[in-house]
């Protein structure tokens, strides 16, 4: 257990160390949410499944989702269709 | 290494990675990816203080004795810390969106710089960031 | 050498912190949870409210009216995220549709999220999950069409009906309970058979109610945020 | 789950009588291997490569050590003269082996990248500093008089081969060194003897035996003869003089090899000799005569000068090696007292003090290297605003000369706070005051050393100067952040000399992660240096957020009283740095010592003189008569003993 644990929390460092260190937004965003999967993990891990789900849901998905969009709606989604309206 | 030792120092790395992205960084997104890391790490801190060694997820099944339970009492914190945390990321972003309608950058110093160009444009007394918002 | 300064404060003042936290923490030991009030907690939470679910049993039970100050929060956040971007729209409505595959796999998706997240939300009392967890599933179920085709209309409308009877269910509910006992938001119905998908009281109402108020608040927060304005 | 299990008694798998063979047959072949190599970037690589898989084996060793095991024995012994002579690992021989092969690691680390390439007489550099590497490990591991006394010889002898390699005056220096030593060698030598005399043995157990067999006077004589043998390799105060030229003028990375642990051999002999086999309490009740002191206070005295003097001597360097170096001898003092005050406290505060020290002084050599690299030159009146040209060096030199004078948050403090802390409760005020003494002239002097290598004004010819190559800074930055860590997390620290003080006996030290908590006072350096660094950051992260107004000139955009200076004009002040301290202890520091030692040389050379005209002058039948006479007296003598 705790090489997995271990394990995990390096994965879920690395993630946060790519979310600083990534030039790219997107990337940046999608960094983060790995970063809250491998958080979800170690609730589960710590016994705490209740706040597992929460992570994965709202942490994983939901931030996730949010940030790109915005990210969209800013234009700095690489391609993406707000481009040509920046002002 | 313990457990406990990983666990914390994957916390404080949360926290401090978060804090680095919100205080050295000058792009607003990144700012507020900071925050969300730094909440991350209070999360994790917080479950994993309510840790106990062999003990069952506080979720009853037949034929077990309550003692055996992790803590449940930081869990339901951290529950509605992740929602709140999402609500505060909902707002802040829409925050983000605006300032980007407004300025049209999203760099911290850049926008500061408008702002007070923009305070010195109005002179004194006038309302600052409102007025050359649709521009 | 133009922000060398500020890194390196920066990174001194991290430093600093980090050392403060490795103080704070090196004095807390691990696995040994005291439980002052955990320990009172999960003896009597079962016994109480019925919900086996122990997390459950405390943020509706223990903390209702606490959970009611959170959904407020959330839905205050919602509301401000609205009126921040109230009117400008302009954004990302254009944007054309996703492919076919994707297309065609978010309304393949969206009965299967909507079970999903009924699922969870009816069994926050027996299993992991609630009202929150298959709140923000059920506003994925209702987003995930709008992110294959940004054109297709989101019915804030609707979404704000339902997030306001929720709101109001929650607070009803809490009010009924005043009835029977002296207290706000007293779980009442009697606790059932342990196990029972009709058991603890009014906890599964409750978390009903959150979860239509979370996942509505949800969608409509994204799809304003997103600029998916059209049909509202 | 069962990995882990496994993995918690692993040691007690490996065959523990292999673990020392290992180490010693693997630097054998090192230095045998490198001499074959010789010179070239791949045998530095596969040095570092080994060092590193010998601080592997150590690492399991300690393990080991740690579990309560008493020692690691070899299985190599010999018969010599009916004298049993073998070899085997305490945990006190443990602790300085670590300190050997990690400043092993670091220095050839340092030395296989760009700076060995560049080296014109790198020549054996690498084989002999492995050679250092395995006479070290011979003598740390030795099990009785006898093979500490060989590898005390073996130390000295492959000292001198490194010390030579540079050539130029490093060999004067080396030769005065050998002179010392063999001196030194000599008299541990007649003590050893003693030793036999008496017990007819040469186990550590007969020197045991024989001091209590040996009368009062006996005792002392035995004393001062492994005092002063041993007190001649840590340079203890007047056997000093050949320390500092011998190790600064030693090239590179092999002068911070040196300086981090060669000199410390000294005190791990004295320490394992006086302390572990004597025991304080014989050297404490072994009263000078006439006098209220006892043969440990004079010790006790003998470091505190030691401590202070050659600090003081520092100051007047212009030399950067040599400033470093005789705090090198300072600093000796500092652990001597240490472990002579004989608490818990006292012990570990010493032991931890080596450890410190090898990290810091080893950090601060490998950067005034990095400077001579570059820049051409040690020498202070030389240099001069370097820290544009050369940040991390900067940022290595200035978190080593914290450490050496001993403010947090560097783990210079931890030591030295334990070492006063223990002078205070051992009621010992006098010599806290020298320690404090000492204190104040290191940083005096480490002040100059870092303003007139960084700071001021840069020099024209240092305009184009490059930052050294990462293959330099990376070891010297990894060595001060070793420093760094240990100081806001002492208890790594002295988790390592733990194993050290258990083997000298004596209570232990209890501690935790932050430092140490004990009945008469608390030390916990995470709050300490948390909330130094952290007040520091914060001030500094406002200062740059909100009043970031500065006027950045260029080094060469001075002006001085309204008056523009071109950047020939030198207004960087280096020269002559304390001109009122230098003229109060100027008369007063140098001389006499020196003048001792040269008149012992004329003495020696007066005699060797004499002798020499015996031969060249006499004649012939001056040898007949010489002859005959001691012939009769040998054949007499003969007739009548038996």
């Known amino acids: 257990m705790t090489l997995l644990i271990t394990l995990i929390t390096g994965v879920m460092l690395l993630a946060a160390i790519a979310v600083v260190v990534l030039r790219g937004l997107l990337a940046a965003v999608a960094a983060l949410a790995a970063v809250s999967l491998a958080l979800s993990v170690l609730f589960v891990l710590l016994r705490a499944p209740d706040v597992a789900l929460a992570e994965a849901a709202v942490g994983a998905g939901l931030s996730g989702v949010l940030l790109a969009l915005t990210l969209r709606r800013v234009g700095l989604w690489p391609g993406g269709p707000a481009r040509e309206d920046e002002q | ?135 | ?232 | 789950m069962s990995l882990l299990l496994r993995r918690r008694f692993f040691w007690e798998e490996i065959d523990l009588m292999s673990l020392l063979d290992i180490l010693l047959l693997v630097a054998a072949l090192l230095a045998s291997g490198l001499f074959v190599l010789g010179r070239g970037s791949f045998a530095g690589w596969l040095a570092t490569v080994v060092y590193g898989l010998m601080l592997a084996v150590l690492a399991i060793a300690g393990l080991a050590l740690d579990s309560g095991v008493a020692f690691i024995p070899s299985a190599m012994s010999f018969e010599i003269l009916g004298r049993n002579l073998g070899w085997r690992l305490d945990g006190l021989g443990w602790f300085f082996a670590l300190l050997t092969v990690g400043a092993a690691f670091f220095a050839s680390w340092y030395g296989s990248g760009e700076w060995g390439r560049k080296q014109k007489r790198m020549g054996l550099q690498h084989a002999l500093l492995a050679l250092n590497v395995l006479a070290m490990l011979l003598l740390l591991s030795s099990g009785d008089l006898l093979s500490l006394f060989i590898g005390w010889e073996l130390v000295s002898w492959a000292a001198f081969a490194i010390m030579t390699q540079g050539g130029g005056p490093a060999v004067a220096a080396a030769y005065r060194y050998m002179i010392y030593a063999l001196a030194g060698a000599m008299a541990v030598f007649a003590a050893i003897m003693l030793v036999q005399n008496v017990t007819g043995g040469l186990g550590f157990a007969d020197l045991q035996t024989a001091i209590s067999a040996m009368s009062t006077a006996q005792v002392w004589v035995l004393f001062i003869l492994f005092a002063a043998g041993f007190g001649v390799k840590m340079a203890l105060m007047p056997f000093h003089l050949w320390q500092a030229p011998a190790y600064s003028e030693t090239p590179g990375a092999s002068s911070a090899f040196l300086n981090a642990v060669s000199a410390r051999m000294g005190l791990f002999a004295l320490i394992l000799v006086l302390v572990k086999l004597t025991g304080l309490e014989a050297l404490g009740s072994l009263a000078i005569p006439f006098t209220f002191m006892s043969a440990k206070s004079a010790l006790m005295w003998v470091a505190a000068i030691t401590m202070v003097v050659p600090t003081f001597i520092a100051l007047m360097q212009t030399d950067a090696r040599m400033l470093l170096t005789w705090h090198g001898i300072g600093q000796g003092g500092y652990m001597l007292l240490g472990v002579l005050v004989g608490t818990s406290l006292g012990t570990a505060g010493g032991l931890m003090h080596v450890f410190n020290y090898a990290t810091y002084q080893a950090a601060l050599f490998l950067a005034v290297t990095a400077v001579i690299h570059r820049a051409g030159t040690s020498d202070l009146d030389e240099l001069g605003g370097l820290i544009t040209r050369m940040p991390w060096t900067y940022v290595t030199l200035l978190m080593g000369i914290i450490g050496l004078a001993g403010l947090p948050p560097m783990n210079g403090f931890v030591s030295k706070w334990m070492i006063y802390k223990s002078l205070l409760d051992g009621g010992q005020p006098l010599l806290l005051i020298m320690a404090f003494a000492a204190t104040l002239g290191t940083i005096l002097s480490v002040y100059k050393l870092i303003h007139n290598i960084f700071l001021g004004q840069l020099r024209r010819e240092h305009q184009h100067l490059k930052e050294a190559p990462v293959s330099m800074v990376l070891p010297m930055l990894i060595l001060a952040g070793i420093g760094f860590v240990t100081g806001f997390m002492p208890g790594l620290a002295l988790n390592i000399t733990d194993i050290a003080q258990r083997a000298i006996g004596g209570d232990m030290l209890p501690h935790h992660l932050g430092g140490v908590t004990l009945a008469t006072g608390s030390l916990n350096m995470l709050w300490v240096v948390g909330v130094l660094i952290g007040a520091i950051g914060a001030g500094a992260l406002i200062f740059y957020l909100l009043g970031n107004r500065r006027y950045e000139v260029h080094q060469f955009d001075n002006y001085a009283g309204g008056h523009f200076l071109s950047a020939d004009i030198r207004y960087h002040f280096s020269h002559e740095f304390y001109p009122g301290l230098a003229r109060v202890i100027g008369p007063w520091y140098r001389g006499s010592i020196v003048r001792a030692e040269q008149g012992i040389g004329i003495l020696v050379n007066v005699a060797g003189d004499l002798w020499q005209a015996v031969f060249r002058v006499a004649y012939t039948p001056l040898y007949m008569l010489l002859v005959v006479v001691l012939g009769l007296v040998f054949t007499g003598s003969w007739g009548i003993v038996p």
């Open chain 2, 1 to 135: 290494m313990s457990t406990g030792a990983v666990l914390y120092a994957g916390a404080i790395g949360l926290f401090l990675i978060g804090c680095y992205a919100m205080v050295a960084e000058r792009h607003l997104i990144r700012n507020i990816l900071g925050l969300v890391l730094v909440e991350s790490g209070v999360n994790l801190l917080l479950v994993a203080v309510g840790f106990r060694e062999n003990a069952a997820a506080p979720i009853l099944k037949a034929g077990q004795s309550a003692g055996m339970m992790v803590d449940p009492l930081p869990q339901a914190l951290v529950l509605t810390a992740i929602v709140i945390g999402f609500g505060v990321l909902a707002l802040a972003l829409a925050l983000v969106v605006r300032v980007h309608q407004a300025y049209g950058t999203l760099d911290t110093r850049e926008v500061a710089r408008l702002m007070r160009v923009e305070r010195e444009a109005s002179g004194p007394g006038a309302a600052g960031p409102r007025a050359g918002a649709k521009s």
């Open chain 3, 1 to 232: 050498m133009k922000g060398y300064g500020h890194t390196a404060a920066t990174l001194l003042f991290l430093t600093g912190l980090g050392i403060l936290l490795i103080a704070i923490l090196q004095a807390l030991p691990f696995g040994l949870a005291p439980m002052q009030v955990g320990q009172a907690i999960v003896a009597a939470a079962p016994g109480d409210t019925g919900a086996d679910n122990i997390v459950t049993a405390i943020l509706l039970g223990y903390r209702g009216l606490d959970t009611l100050g959170e959904v407020t929060i959330l839905f205050v956040a919602a509301a401000a995220a609205g009126m921040v971007l109230g009117g400008a729209s302009r954004g990302g409505a254009q944007a054309e549709n996703a492919g076919f595959i994707l297309h065609s796999a978010a309304y393949l998706l969206f009965p299967f999220l909507l079970v999903l997240g009924a699922y969870i939300v009816l069994h926050g009392h027996l299993t992991p999950g609630g009202g929150f967890q298959g709140g923000a599933i059920l506003a994925a179920a209702f987003f995930v069409p709008v992110l294959a085709s940004p054109a297709s209309p989101f019915n804030h409308r609707t979404a704000m009906l339902v997030e306001g009877f929720a709101g109001a269910a929650f607070i009803m509910i809490g009010l009924v309970s005043l009835v029977g006992s002296d207290a706000f938001l007293t779980p009442f119905f009697g606790k059932g058979e342990a196990g029972a998908l009709f058991s603890a009281g009014s906890l599964p109402l409750l978390y009903l109610a959150i979860g239509l108020k979370v996942g509505s608040e949800l969608a409509g927060l994204m799809a304003r945020v997103s600029g998916a304005e059209a049909g509202a």
